[in-house]
């Protein structure tokens, strides 16, 4: 099964173009998903069973403290 890749809106876009360009399957949340929060994020990693690619250090809170992923 192939790496999937959620890019959160921190990624800058050019990043998840190269990664495209090198075979990853990237899903970006700026591009398609803008706006959503961080919750709806990782609930989006979640189903597409994607691993998440972040800038943001909010998402330890979410996955330390409140046991999410």
Do not use: N
């Not at 959620?6 to 050019?14: N, Y």
């Not at 998903?33 to 998440?52: C, F, N, P, S, T």
Request: hydrophobic share 45%.
């Amino acid at each position: 099964m192939p790496l999937k890749i959620l890019a959160d809106e921190s990624v800058d876009l050019r990043m998840v173009r190269d990664l495209i360009s090198k075979g990853f399957e990237v899903i970006s949340v700026l591009k398609d998903y803008q706006g959503i929060q961080d919750k709806e994020v990782l609930e989006l990693a979640k189903r597409h069973d994607a691993l998440l690619l972040t800038e943001d250090s909010d998402f330890g809170e979410w996955v330390f403290t409140h046991k999410e992923m």
